[in-house]
């Protein structure tokens, strides 16, 4: 049955209020289970992170009378994982590949591939995302981020003479007509319009607290929950700027918030923020803040029985913007070290992994700093008869002691326990349990000297052994939130981009069309997922490189040029260098370049002397002041200085073209110009004898 009451006439309002009613519910809902579960253990996961005194001073209050002194085994474990975790998204391979789901879509899926990491690398600045989707995940258990299109156009006023047929297809365009004059004699009109562009059409990623997140509290996965919705705090005049561009609705209708009660107050950020809360109102009204919910959430809207997808935005009891999602699902994506099947928040994080081994800790340590502050400084039991006990109270340096009371019976120290011979042992026990769990060892992180295994193959395998864990958390991501948000940037893409768009990746402009991004595409992530092993990689590449350019160097032809590029690209891209192309060019490239520099060569003999050409045909050198007419580069073309006599003239025997042909495979491809060597390099020329000048385009530093 749908949310409207279909009995009797129905107005918009009817459904209307119906819908409110409905959406309140389920935030009610979500909101309950929220309260209840997740935020009380957010908060208690923060403080075990940040090592809070406030929270230790909860937990052991007699100690902490005596020493506030905390322990960071769960900061220093989160912080020792992150950076193995982010070089394995970040080192240079692909995680995730997008592949054609046929070989005509192989194509367009590397144009897919290069858009995304565009879109991610340079549009959205993806690496602080990452840090914090991760970090997020590891400290409370789950790591989210949105992910959303924003589209801004704007406007070209353009000034054109037509006729009327060209002006009646001018109204049938998305357009704005702003003057018509005319038609003058000729029936011609002179139309000004206004024609739309993008200022910005991309996707937009941002990460968002778990705090604000909610679901349905019975969902087992987000995919399947039936109402999922963003929580956040905006002000009025960011709803404003948003009516006006015609996105939301009704915003003068939401009732105001005079000022901010410690009941509003979100416990998650009170435990991550400064404990400080801003007291009175805000001297404009447009800095005021209230709370609105963006609610993905399934719906019987239209009585058929079925539930559609709906986008629903709402603030208190006013409806600020109702839609179809057009998406398909929700567009958050978590990620969690850890996963419980058949639920969405997980109970145990590394707060709680090591959260109970650091509270040991920490009573430990403040019970030996207790100990040892009794034993440096002991208590004095003293006779009050014996002294004048305002001296020892006051802190005098001198104290007036009484006549015939001796010392031994005047002050004594109190007596101490020592400490119990197990406690050192203990805490070494703590210390070997926290590795246990976490896989993070004295060992993979440089610190332990003692390491009795110096073999690079054994420390290789202990390295591999310890980081196991790290590498199911690095999976766990990858095939999860990371597949994931892939999946739905190709969508995004495939539905948003409508125009033809120029990218420049990696110093290489890239063209891309609407029809570029179409097919249907896989998405791989890659089984290579590893974090000590990328130095066994680069010596396995070194290898297999070696030995086939021994394999070439005997005459055996079972690699062409392509292979021996493509291994020493992977090998590049091993060692963390993301721009291979500085140091490698394609094969390809690198004929089209000989090419150009036979043609270049060809053109710049034609204009010579004939003197000058003969010469050149015997010898395979130019005259002396025919080649001090020309740039360095191209007399680096020429062999002056630099490539001799060889390749031309009659030594080999060879036509003018088969010499220029060999002369040009070494002149500029020997790599004389520093210009990227992905562009093939042209000299322009004038007509007439010679070169007059420099060329811009060739070499130059």
């Not at 100990?371 to 109270?393: Q, W």
């Not at 002396?624 to 360095?632: C, G, H, N």
């Amino acid at each position: 049955m749908s949310f409207v009451n279909t009995g009797g006439n129905i107005t918009l309002d009817d459904i209307d209020k119906s819908l409110v009613t409905a959406i309140q519910n389920d935030i009610s809902s979500a909101e309950d289970y929220q309260n209840a579960v997740v935020l009380p253990t957010v908060k208690e996961r923060y403080e075990i992170y940040y090592a809070d005194k406030d929270y230790y001073a909860q937990k052991f209050p007699k100690l902490s009378k005596v020493s506030s002194l905390v322990s960071t085994d769960v900061t220093d474990t989160i912080e020792w994982a992150l950076p193995s975790l982010i070089k394995v998204f970040t080192g240079g391979d692909d995680v995730v590949t997008v592949q054609g789901a046929s070989e005509e879509d192989d194509k367009n899926a590397e144009i897919m591939q290069d858009l995304l990491v565009y879109q991610l690398q340079r549009q959205n600045r993806f690496f602080p995302i990452l840090y914090n989707w991760m970090k997020d995940a590891l400290i409370t258990g789950m790591g989210i981020i949105k992910c959303y299109w924003e589209r801004k156009e704007d406007y070209t006023p353009f000034v054109q003479m037509m006729n009327v047929r060209a002006f009646q297809e001018l109204m049938l365009q998305d357009v704005q007509i702003v003057k018509v004059e005319g038609p003058d004699a000729l029936g011609s009109l002179t139309v000004t319009y206004l024609s739309p562009y993008y200022v910005k059409n991309a996707p937009v990623i941002e990460n968002i607290l778990v705090s604000e997140l909610l679901y349905s509290a019975d969902a087992k996965t987000l995919d399947e929950a039936n109402f999922v919705a963003h929580k956040k705090k905006v002000t009025m005049s960011y709803l404003r700027e948003r009516e006006q561009d015609g996105i939301y609705a009704n915003v003068d209708d939401i009732k105001q918030q005079k000022s901010r009660s410690m009941m509003d107050a979100d416990i998650v950020e009170d435990a991550i923020g400064d404990k400080y809360d801003k007291m009175g109102n805000e001297v404009d009204d447009a800095r005021n803040e209230v709370t609105i919910y963006e609610c993905y959430t399934k719906l019987d809207y239209n009585n058929d029985g079925v539930l559609e997808d709906m986008i629903v935005t709402i603030c208190d009891d006013v409806i600020l913007r109702v839609e179809p999602n057009y998406m398909g699902r929700h567009p958050f994506f978590a990620i969690s070290p850890t996963k419980d099947p058949h639920r969405i928040w997980v109970k145990r994080s590394y707060a709680e992994l090591i959260g109970e081994l650091q509270d040991l800790k920490v009573a430990l340590t403040r019970q030996i700093v207790q100990n040892i502050a009794l034993t440096n400084d002991p208590k004095m039991i003293l006779a009050e008869d014996g002294i004048n006990i305002d001296d020892y109270i006051s802190g005098r340096a001198v104290i007036r002691k009484k006549a015939n009371f001796p010392m031994q019976n005047v002050a004594m120290a109190m007596p101490v326990n020592q400490l119990s011979p197990y406690t050192y042992q203990f805490l070494e026990y703590i210390e070997g349990q926290k590795e246990n769990r976490t896989g993070i060892t004295k060992y993979n992180q440089g610190l332990d000297a003692k390491s009795l295994n110096k073999t690079a193959s054994g420390i290789s395998q202990i390295m591999g052994a310890s980081t196991q864990r790290l590498e199911l958390i690095a999976r766990m991501f990858a095939e999860t939130g990371m597949y994931e948000l892939f999946r739905f940037l190709i969508g995004l893409n495939q539905r948003f981009i409508d125009q033809d768009t120029v990218i420049r990746l990696t110093n290489k402009e890239l063209h891309i069309s609407p029809d570029d991004l179409g097919g249907n595409f896989d998405l791989i992530v890659n089984a290579g997922i590893s974090i000590a092993s990328k130095e066994s990689t680069q010596l396995m590449l070194q290898s297999m490189l070696t030995a086939l350019m021994q394999v070439r160097s005997s005459g055996i032809p079972i690699c062409t040029p392509d292979n021996v590029y493509n291994l020493f690209k992977k090998w590049i891209e091993s060692a963390g260098f993301k721009n291979y192309a500085d140091y490698i060019t394609e094969p390809a490239m690198v004929e089209q370049r000989m090419v150009m520099d036979i043609q270049l060569k060809q053109q710049i003999l034609a204009s010579l002397p004939p003197q000058a050409v003969q010469m050149y045909m015997q010898t395979g050198i130019l005259p002396p002041e025919i080649m001090q007419q020309f740039p360095p580069e191209v007399q680096a073309l020429f062999g002056g200085g630099i490539n001799g006599q060889a390749g031309f003239g009659s030594q080999n025997g060879q036509s003018p073209d088969g010499g220029i042909g060999q002369a040009g495979a070494q002149g500029l491809v020997g790599g004389l110009s520093r210009n990227d060597n992905r562009i093939p390099q042209i000299v322009p020329r004038q007509q007439g004898n010679g070169v007059s000048g420099p060329p811009p385009s060739v070499g130059g530093f």
